[in-house]
Each structure stands twice: as structure tokens, then as C-alpha cells.
């Protein structure tokens, strides 16, 4: 462990995110709507915390082990979240110290839920941090700074393999710094082909940046209170279901469709991308049969809010808790599963849903061939059992810490359907749930103690477990 190289590490990851402070305060200046000192304040002290952290530990680490990779990540998605609840608490948008928090958290971890209301009549600064702050937090503060960091001398491949989601592909380069350059073009060249389509549709140009950095992110934070359901332009909402789809593949696929010239086969024929697409197509025909031959929504509404659930996005144009109740069941399922590995979104991820609903059908088969050997293949390739062991060890984790959460919750007052779906929609940054946290209402009348739980919820799902919990095993820390 190089505890200077880590707190070094952090330091740089903290004065960049005071410098982003800064872009809200020039927003406030454009809009004259006042408040601009309240960002330069926060940003100047957030900057100055993290210079002098590098400053305190001399100069920068040659190298960073794969022991300080994850705690770098562990430790820069609390820290990050906890000094990105400056602004809210100084310019009083939130009126506790728990609540900034929270909204902080949701924030950076593209998660969605909000304590806030009022947002039609809210400072244009206030709105664009909130969606800022989710957008860092889509590809990752830290693959930024991956991609800062060799101009300093420090090389990142352990923070890029701790901070990467999900079971991601090889390397799209073969230098990990190219890598992480790579993903912030396509990102912030999706964000900005977004943008223009949203404000060619209709959409105000602010509203427009805002909603791309949110939609590509998949985070769900709207300028509005009705969300996506305050646009009644079908334009609009299907461009949003169509970049929502975009944000939930794997990065990779769209670098290699970039690569072969905007090739549609790299996307066909990568295996994980059509069960994600059978996967979202099943879920509207089975959703839009109970919701529309019982007359509870249109077509429009079931494409746009399962898509959005099924991305992890968070979008709403209506309230789906009024669906019959065997689609809210569904929903659930669908944030549980998630969107492709190596994007933004969150969830277990569709290629492990997929590798265990192919291990459970060759234990079927195995009942009628006992002594058949029957691999689980992911293309061409079959999976190793150290690869289906974390598989499986994964997902009965991650249902461990989802009981718990709920549990929790449930411990502090809250019914037991806002419980489970609250739970449900933090650790799989989600946001919007069923009951009390449903897309009519939000996270603000839960107790202070169910929004802590629901933070480290938040977090957890962030790190997608494992990262975590490597941290409570007492061999990490020893020499």
C-alpha cells in the first residue's frame, strides 16, 4: 500500500472536480440570476483541498498498485460525493446537511433519485451542477484523470481496471491512457450529437444541454419536475428513448462501429448487445399487453418508461405505478438486470444475466445427459469456472447486500414496498421506484437514517460490489 500515492491520487481527482465547480458559476453570471459567489467559493476551497493534498504528499507516485486502485475508487466516489454537496448546502437549495448529501450522491453515481422539488422556478446553476455531476459521474471522474494523469507521471491502468463498469472487454488501445481518451470522445461526442438533436427538436438550448448530459449519462436528472413528461412533443421523447438505448451499450461497440465507418455489425454481432435488445424488446410487448388491454397508458408512455427503467436512465413521462401490477414487477426485474456491461448504466448487467441463464439451462440438460460436458459460451469462447464461480458469487452478493438495504430501510419507518423498491432503484441507480419514491413523488420525506442507507446504496451499486468489499478483507490490508 503507497498511502501517499493514494492520497496524492485523490487530490488531483478533487481539485479537477472544484475546477468543475466553476462552469455553474458562469452559467449563473449568463442567466444573471445571481449566486455565481456561492460556486466560486466552493470551487476555490474544493481546489485548494486538493492541491494541497498533493502538495502534503510531495511529489507525484511513480507507481500505483492494484491494492491502491481500489481504494482510490472506494475512497474518491465518498469523497467526490460528500464535496459535491457544497454548492447545494451554500446556496441553501437543501435545507440539511443529509439531504445535500443525498442529492450530491444520486448525482455523482447517475442514480436519479432527488430529495428536490421546485425545479421548473430553480436557479439555471443549481440545475446545470446537478446534471453535471451526473455526467462526470457516468464515465468516471477517474478515467478522466487516468487520461490527466500521464502528463504528471502517473500511470493508471489500476484505477482504470477498478473504475471501469461492469465485466468490460479487452482494451480498446493498447495504452490505458489512449483507452481512457478514447471513452471521453465518444462520450463527450455522443453528449454533444445529443444536445443538438434535442435542441433541434424543440427543447430550450439549455434545457437541451442539460438533458444530454443526463440521457448519456444515464442518470434521469430533469430541469422539471414532470421530468420527460413535461415535453409533450413525441419528437422529443422518442429521440430521448433512442439516445437512452444508445448510453446502455458497451462503449467498446461503439468505438469498433466507429472504427469499421459507423459499421451496424459490430453491434449485431456482439452477443451481449442482442439479448439486450431481445431483452427491452420482450419487456414492451409483455408491458404493453397488460398496460394497454386494460386501458392504463398508451404505447408511447410503456416504450419510453421501460426503456428508461431497463437502461437504469430514470426518465418518466407518467406515472407507471398505476400500471397493473404485474408490470411494476417486471420494472423491477428489468433495473435489476440493467444495461450492457462497459456503459453507463446501471444494474447487474446483461451479460452476467445472460452467462447465468445459460448456466441454468445447461444444468437442465445435464439432468437428461448426467455425464455430458456442457460449457457456458460467450461467442466463440467458453467460460472458464473461475469465471462462472465470480459470477455467481457476484450476483448472490449483490442480492445479500439488496435485503440488507431494504431491510434497513424498512427498520427506519418506511413501508415495505417503498422499502424494497427504494433499495432496488439506489443500488441499481435507478432512481425512481414504486410507493412513496415513485415517479409522482421523491426520496424527500424518507428519514434522514433511510436516505444515509440509501446513499451507501448508491455508492455500493457505483462500485458494483466487489470493489467494496475487497476493502473488508483483512489480506487487503496487509503487507
Known sequence: MNPKGVTWTLGILVALFGAGMMLPAFVSLYYHTGGAHHFVLAGCLVSLLGLSMMRFCGPAPKQLGHRDGFLIVALAWAVLAMLGAVPF??????????????????????????VLSGLDSMRPS?????????????????????????????????LFRAETPGPVKDKLTARVTETAKVLWYIYLGMTV?????????GMSGFDAINHAMCTVAIGGFSTHDASIGYYSD?????????FMLMAGINFTLHFAALRRGFSIAAYVQDEEFRAYAKWIGILVLLIGFLTLSTGSGSLEEVVFNTVSIATTTGFTVSDYSAWPPGTGLLLLIAMFVGACAGSTGGGMKVVRALCLFRQGMGQIR???????IIPVKMGEHALSGQVMQALWGFFVLYMVCYAIIA?????????????????????????PGFGGVG???NYAALPDAAKGVLMFGMILGRLEIFTFFVLLVPEFWRR
Open 126 to 158: 443549481i440545475l446545470f451542477w446537478r446534471s453535471m455531476q451526473e455526467w462526470l459521474g457516468g464515465m468516471g471522474i477517474i478515467v478522466l484523470a487516468v487520461a490527466v494523469m500521464p502528463l504528471l507521471g502517473v500511470g493508471g491502468m489500476q
Open 407 to 431: 431491510t434497513l430501510v424498512a427498520f427506519t419507518g418506511v413501508d415495505m414496498l417503498t422499502s424494497l423498491s427504494a433499495a432496488a432503484a439506489c443500488l441499481t441507480n435507478t432512481g
Open 193 to 201: 450529437v445529443t444536445a443538438l438533436c434535442f435542441w433541434l427538436a
Open 439 to 441: 415517479p409522482a413523488s
Open 89 to 114: 448546502w451554500t446556496t441553501g437549495v437543501c435545507d440539511s446537511i443529509v439531504d445535500g448529501l443525498f442529492e450530491s450522491t444520486s448525482g455523482l453515481t447517475t442514480t436519479g433519485a432527488t
Open 234 to 242: 413525441p419528437l422529443i421523447r422518442n429521440l430521448i428513448v433512442v
Open 366 to 372: 445435464r439432468l437428461i445427459h448426467p455425464h455430458a
